[in-house]
């Protein structure tokens, strides 16, 4: 049992440039998030989705695009990157909507764009 | 914004109860207070969660202010594998859809001393 694990841990990609970065839970877990983290700023939620096949906007979403084709799996794009995009992206799931449905959290990607 | 407030840093000897406090003076009543931890380079990790009772588990001990307008984590022997940064963060139960958004602050940098 892994949990949630991403990949890759580390990318630098050029201005305009694109990518995606994958996170795959091993959980069964319904729900399944994307944050950013960036120095200061704690933890911001990107997208998130509440089922397969299901997306939705969180707090900083333009930029990214993602896609929830499997249950286990959750992707976010990034088009066109920017330097603004600088950041350590963290992925998490959780089981549901019950009281004891806490987040479990990958180890993050850090990605640089130059 | 967050709705929780936490102090910046806060240091603790090792072996010794470190008290963390969090206010949330604007919780609802379906809203959870949960507590996750983030050691450096690593993704966040849950630690306890709880709604209007004391809540204790085999890593921590969660005080809730009978108005629950602000609580304590308790790790009650410190060790140096402690230091972390500590999100106290306020969810309401059920969560799901537009309700799904987890907001985490900047934490309180906890730091365990020899």
């Known amino acids: 049992n892994a949990g949630v694990t991403q990949t890759p841990k580390f990318r630098v990609l050029k201005t305009g440039q694109s990518m995606t970065l994958l996170c795959a839970q091993d959980m069964n877990h319904e729900y399944m998030y994307w944050y950013r983290q ?38 976010l794009g990034l088009e066109s990157a920017a330097p603004s995009q600088t950041s350590v992206y963290f992925c998490a799931s959780s089981h549901g909507t019950g009281r004891n449905s806490p987040l479990h959290f990958g180890n993050g990607t850090r990605l640089t764009v130059t | 914004d ?42 966040p990790q849950y630690i306890i969660h709880g709604l209007k009772n004391n809540e204790t588990n085999e890593m921590a001990s969660l005080i809730i202010t009978e108005d629950r307008k602000s609580s304590t984590l308790i790790l009650p022997h410190a060790t140096l594998r402690d230091t972390a940064v500590y999100y106290c963060i306020v969810r309401p139960i059920p969560y799901g859809g537009s309700q799904g958004n987890l907001i985490f602050g900047k934490g309180t940098k906890l730091s365990v001393k020899p």
């Open chain 1, 38 to 75: 960036d120095p200061g700023m704690g933890l911001r939620l990107i997208h998130y989705s509440v089922g397969e096949g299901t997306t939705a906007k969180g707090e900083v979403p333009d930029g990214y695009n993602v896609s929830r084709l499997k249950k286990q799996n959750f992707l």
């Open chain 2, 2 to 43: 967050a709705k929780t407030t936490q102090p910046t840093s806060m240091d603790c000897a090792e072996g010794r109860a470190a008290n963390l406090p969090c206010n949330h003076s604007t919780i609802s009543g379906n809203e959870y207070v949960y507590w996750y931890r983030q050691i450096h380079s690593q993704g």
